[in-house]
C-alpha cells in the first residue's frame, strides 16, 4: 500500500513570501491531519480534516495559515506571508476515519522541511 | 495547564540491554496512549496503541504500560539493538471524541554496540 506522499521536501523562502505544501493521503483514509513540528519538539496539530471538511481547526494561525481538501482526498496547506518562527517540518497523516486512528495509529509522511530565512 | 512530558535528555544503552522511556501527563483524562518512533528526516511511525483500561501491551521485544492513576506510560524495549535508535514519541488523544493526537516532545534513544 502506498505511503503518505508529500511534496516538495525541502522548501527555503524569504520571510514575508507566500508557500504552499501538498499532501496525498493514503487511498481511503478519510481523516487528514496538518501538523507542524520544531526542530527538537514533538508534532503539533494544526488542523483536521474529515473528508472534505474541517474538524479542527483550532491551532492554526488563520491570520496567515490556510489548508483546504478539496474532494476529500488531497490536500494543500499554505502560508501567507511566512515569518521566521514558521521555520518547522510541516506533517501530513491520515487514518481511515474518526475513531480508527484509536485503534491502527495514524500514517504519517515525511514531511516538508520549511526554511524561512 | 495540559502537558505531556518525556524526557528530553537522550537516553545512551548499551546493545541487549533493556531501554525504558518515560511518559507523563497532566490535566489530560486519555482514553489511549499511543508510542510512535522518528528516525531523522522521516515522520513518525506507529508502534503501539494502549487503551485506559488495559495495563500493559506487547508487540515483539516492545512493552508498553499505562498507569492511569499515576499518569504515566512507560515504553520498554528489550534485547535493544543499534537499529532501535531514534525518537521515540508518546501521544494521547485528549478527549473520547476529538480523535486528534496530542504529542509529547519525545525522547531520542541511542543504542550502542
Known amino acids: 500500500e502506498a505511503g503518505v506522499a508529500q511534496s516538495p521536501r525541502y522548501k527555503i523562502i524569504e520571510k514575508r513570501q507566500s508557500v504552499a505544501f501538498w499532501c496525498n493521503p493514503i487511498s481511503g483514509h478519510a481523516t487528514l491531519y496538518w501538523y507542524q513540528q520544531i526542530l527538537g519538539q514533538g508534532p503539533k496539530l494544526l488542523i483536521q480534516?474529515?473528508?472534505?471538511?474541517?474538524?479542527?481547526d483550532s491551532q492554526l494561525p488563520k491570520d496567515r495559515f490556510s489548508a483546504e481538501r478539496l474532494k476529500g482526498v488531497d490536500s494543500t496547506l499554505k502560508i501567507q506571508p511566512a515569518k521566521l518562527e514558521d521555520s518547522a517540518v510541516y506533517l501530513c497523516a491520515s487514518s481511515l476515519g474518526l475513531g480508527a486512528g484509536r485503534s491502527d495509529g495514524y500514517t504519517f509522511g515525511s514531511g516538508t522541511r520549511l526554511t524561512v530565512v | 495547564s495540559q502537558k505531556i512530558e518525556q524526557n528530553s535528555e537522550a537516553l545512551n544503552i548499551q546493545e541487549g540491554k533493556t531501554a525504558t522511556l518515560t511518559c507523563n501527563y497532566t490535566?489530560?483524562?486519555?482514553?489511549?496512549l499511543q508510542w510512535y518512533r522518528q528516525d531523522p528526516g522521516r515522520g513518525p511511525v506507529f508502534l503501539l496503541l494502549i487503551r485506559e483500561n488495559e495495563k500493559e501491551k506487547r508487540k515483539e521485544r516492545l512493552k508498553v504500560t499505562f498507569d492511569t492513576t499515576l499518569k504515566q506510560s512507560l515504553f520498554h524495549i528489550t534485547a535493544s539493538q543499534p537499529a532501535d535508535s531514534a525518537t521515540y514519541l508518546c501521544?494521547?488523544?485528549?478527549?473520547?471524541?476529538?480523535?486528534?493526537?496530542?504529542f509529547g516532545t519525545g525522547t531520542r534513544l541511542q543504542v550502542f554496540p
Open positions: 490535566n489530560y483524562s486519555p482514553a489511549y
Open positions: 501521544a494521547l488523544d485528549p478527549s473520547y471524541n476529538t480523535d486528534k493526537l496530542i
Open positions: 480534516f474529515q473528508n472534505n471538511g474541517v474538524v479542527d
